[in-house]
């Protein structure tokens, strides 16, 4: 999971390359954690120039 965590800047990038349509218009940035893991999550809103 921590390699997963650490490439996640990098699937963001290629998502937002490969969609060139779509207007980003927020992003969230959550953090959570237990005694035992770590969780990050990048939530992406946008609108789709096609619909």
Sequence with gaps: MAQERENLGEKLTVWVREHPQCQIVDTIVTQSSD???HCLAITI???????
């Design 35 to 37: 005694e035992a893991f």
């Design 45 to 51: 809103f946008y609108l789709d120039e096609k619909s």
